[in-house]
């Protein structure tokens, strides 16, 4: 099956049905009109996979694919025009330009959390660069994969696009596959994978990652816009959204009225009980419900009822251990994760940088809001932490859920530091009015993109490229840097046969002209 789509795919490509403009721009069209005449249906498979709420799914989704097809359909003209180039004297008379050509047959990989988006934005641009191309939507949102699945068989053409539905098996076959680019989304684990298969095949690769994302506030901003901003931030889709502020870094004047102020926002967005809100998400499935669940501070979810009295001695045996354990953990590295943690130097830097909160016993910090849980439902209430310390659970990997750790750290200095002797994340946000501690997050961080005063907003624009650096990954996406990742920047140079100027590199060569 996977063999089959990748030959007719190459079959498709080898035609030459996907290069002209008209194919390209029907292709688009197509989409677009896909999008629109399915709303109801995609809203519909984004709840039943991920409980996402309808005006997420559309504005963070839907709306977003259509502007990123219409953008790229409207701006193809310039973009495979000749580029010219000025070319040296030593080469005159010629010419040379540059010339955008599809790289043939390409593989989308993406991941559940924004499951629309990040399967068909990706899709527009290669469309766009005109290739075939093949999309893997991810198998943890079926509901969402098998409907892509049946659209684009129905609205594009069949013949060069086409979707394989399945997870690691599938996706391992696909990997086989001698494609001319794979673009992949989601976690760094199987981004190396992604990257070690393509080696193979000496396929580029752009990896679109995640990390954790830092936002430092200092006490020149307005606290209340500040805070509703970070709120919305990170409880969009209950946390899950690979540009969505991990952690905070604010100074010890504000650190404390913060916390309260992003607990206030998240009431105003979501009432007293955000499991009623219809604004407010689900975790995707158990397996991350119960790595949350050990983020959080001991004791903040109650165990699961044990069934009998051997049992529940041994849970509370446990969860004691547990608290004891997280106690005199401090010195000791977070849990298993991507991001290498600071060096010893560091370590004892930090020590002095990070402010400890008197009262706060829980390396996790203190609940400020939320903490409330259901298995059931896989409910986890937006969650504010105050106090946290570098060495809990919490700082270690990618949150990925709808916990806000809050770390006070002295100065932004402090957390410059803090933020270096971390993996460079995928999102850095800066509230500070101060230009020289702007400028300095700017020329001292490195993160995929940086934002002043705003979070997850800075991917909204098809002017700008979005992709990561480091361990946040490599390469980038939106409008015309997606057009390029999808493209070969072709040289062509063309010089007359007359009068024949190169003749002066001809051998046999004299001193005159190698200067030798
Ligand atoms: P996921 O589990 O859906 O996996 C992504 C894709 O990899 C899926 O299509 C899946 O089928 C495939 N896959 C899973 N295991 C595989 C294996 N062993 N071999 C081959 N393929 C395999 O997504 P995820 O990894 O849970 O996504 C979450 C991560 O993605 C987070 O780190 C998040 O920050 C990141 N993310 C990044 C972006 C971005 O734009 N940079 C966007 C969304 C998510």
Request: hydrophobic share 40%.
């Amino acid at each position: 099956m996977v063999s089959e789509s990748f030959t007719q795919l190459k079959r498709a490509y080898a035609s030459g049905r996907t290069r002209p403009l008209a194919w390209r721009r029907a292709q688009l069209d197509a989409l677009r009109r896909m999008i629109a005449d399915h709303r109801q249906d995609f809203i519909e498979a984004e709840t039943a996979d991920l409980g996402k709420p309808a005006a997420e799914t559309v504005l963070m989704e839907l709306n977003l694919i259509a502007a990123e097809a219409r953008f790229v359909r409207n701006r193809l003209g310039l973009w495979t025009r000749r580029q010219y180039k000025p070319m040296p004297w030593s080469l005159q008379p010629a010419q040379g330009w540059t010339i955008a050509e599809p790289k043939g047959v390409v593989l989308v990989i993406a991941p559940w959390n924004y499951p629309v988006l990040l399967a068909l934005e990706p899709l527009a641009d290669a469309i766009a660069a005109g290739n075939a191309v093949c999309v893997k939507p991810s198998e943890l949102s079926p509901h969402t994969s098998t409907l892509i699945a049946e659209l684009i068989a129905q609205y594009l053409d069949q013949e060069a696009i086409a979707v394989v539905e399945g997870g690691p098996k599938e996706t391992g076959e696909l990997l086989d596959c001698d494609f001319d680019h794979i673009f992949y989304t989601g976690g760094e684990r199987v981004g190396k994978i992604v990257m070690a298969a393509a080696a193979r095949h000496l396929t580029p690769v752009t990896l679109e990652l995640g990390g954790k994302s830092p936002c430092f506030v200092d006490s020149t901003v307005n606290l209340h816009t500040a805070a509703r901003r970070i709120a919305w931030g990170k409880f969009s889709n209950a946390g899950q959204t690979c540009v969505a502020p991990d952690y905070v870094l604010a100074t010890p004047d504000i650190a404390e009225a913060l916390a309260k102020r992003i607990a206030v926002a998240v009431t105003e967005f979501y009432g007293e009980n955000p499991e009623a809100s219809k604004d407010y998400g689900r975790i995707i499935n158990d397996r991350h419900f119960e790595r949350l669940l050990k983020l959080l501070p001991a004791g903040t979810v109650p165990p699961q009822e044990p069934s009998s009295p051997l049992i529940k001695a041994a849970s509370a045996v446990g969860a004691a251990a547990e608290m004891v354990g997280r106690r005199i953990n401090a010195g000791i590295d977070a849990i298993g994760s991507h991001n290498a943690q600071p060096s010893v130097a560091e370590k004892q830097q930090q020590q002095t940088e990070i402010m400890p909160i008197p009262g706060v016993i829980d390396s996790a910090g203190r609940v400020v809001c939320g903490g409330k849980v259901d298995r059931e439902t896989r409910y986890i209430a937006p969650t504010v932490l105050f106090g946290t310390q570098p060495d809990a659970p919490v700082m270690g990997e990618e949150i990925f859920g709808p916990i806000l750790p809050i770390v006070v750290v002295k100065d932004a200095d402090a957390a410059i530091r803090f933020i270096n002797s971390r993996p460079r994340p995928l999102a850095a946000y800066v509230f500070s009015n101060r230009r020289a501690v702007r400028l300095a997050f700017e020329r001292r961080t490195s993160s995929g993109s940086l934002g002043y005063s705003l979070t997850l907003a800075q991917l909204l624009s098809s002017r700008l490229p979005f992709g990561g650096v480091g361990a946040s990954g490599m390469g980038a996406y939106h409008g015309k840097a997606g057009f390029e990742t999808f493209s070969h920047i072709k040289t062509v140079v063309s010089k007359p046969q007359f009068p024949d100027t190169l003749q002066l590199v001809y051998p046999p060569l004299d001193e005159l002209r190698t200067g030798l």
